[in-house]
T-cell receptor, first 112, second 116 residues
Framework: QKEVEQDPGPLSVPEGAIVSLNCTYSNSAFQYFMWYRQYSRKGPELLMYTYSSGNKEDGRFTAQVDKSSKYISLFIRDSQPSDSATYLCAMMYNNAGNMLTFGGGTRLMVKP | GAVVSQHPSWVICKSGTSVKIECRSLDFQATTMFWYRQFPKQSLMLMATSNEGSKATYEQGVEKDKFLINHASLTLSTLTVTSAHPEDSSFYIC????????????FGPGTRLTVL
């Protein structure tokens, strides 16, 4: 079993839809949870990160962490064709080690 | 801010040759840099972690003599693939973090290596 599981998709939605992307993990020691967006043949771009459980909102993006269920989500409101990319969740044990453990990524396609 | 560049963006080489990839942090001091490889439609696999002025720490299964990493300054790390073979063909991505902003790793645009 992988430490971080993510449905590979592809997930296809119409423009304007609310998108829900999710990851599950097995190691309760993870404390920092990140979401990255990666366009084809480009490096990942950090969207947002959260520490421990709770919600964080940034514009159209909302990240949720439920440590009791070992489940994290990224919601995208009013999705746009430009949101079409692969979304990677990543996790870190602590602020000192800096090593990220990535999920496999979910490919999202937003159709106009 | 927080821009990381990589050079070259793509390279094609013959089997047996060595290839050097540079990773630079353009507007911050990268105390730690990471090197990943990514196969098509797969996630990133961490190869090694390097701190400025120290030897790199390699992940299990990564040959340190084949993938030479040098982090000589706070803005530059290099990855040299020695005696490259077709199975080394991949997308190599570096990331960098700055002390005090450790949870934020900023990724370079990647280097696509094709070994013929």
């Amino acid at each position: 079993q992988k430490e971080v599981e993510q449905d590979p998709g592809p997930l296809s939605v119409p423009e304007g839809a609310i998108v829900s992307l999710n990851c599950t993990y097995s190691n309760s020691a993870f404390q920092y949870f990140m979401w990255y967006r990666q366009y084809s043949r480009k490096g990942p771009e950090l969207l947002m990160y959260t520490y421990s459980s709770g919600n964080k909102e940034d514009g159209r993006f909302t990240a949720q962490v439920d440590k009791s269920s070992k489940y994290i989500s990224l919601f995208i409101r009013d999705s746009q064709p430009s949101d079409s990319a692969t979304y990677l969740c990543a996790m870190m044990y602590n602020n000192a080690g800096n090593m990220l453990t990535f999920g496999g990524g979910t490919r999202l396609m937003v159709k106009p | 801010g927080a821009v990381v560049s990589q050079h070259p963006s793509w390279v094609i080489c013959k089997s047996g040759t060595s290839v050097k990839i540079e990773c630079r942090s353009l507007d911050f001091q990268a105390t730690t840099m990471f090197w990943y490889r990514q196969f098509p439609k797969q996630s990133l696999m961490l190869m090694a972690t390097s701190n400025e002025g120290s030897k790199a720490t390699y992940e299990q299964g990564v040959e340190k003599d084949k993938f030479l990493i040098n982090h000589a300054s706070l803005t530059l790390s290099t990855l040299t693939v020695t005696s490259a073979h077709p199975e080394d063909s991949s997308f190599y991505i570096c990331s960098a973090s700055e002390g005090g902003r450790a949870v934020e790793q900023f990724f370079g645009p990647g280097t696509r290596l094709t070994v013929l």
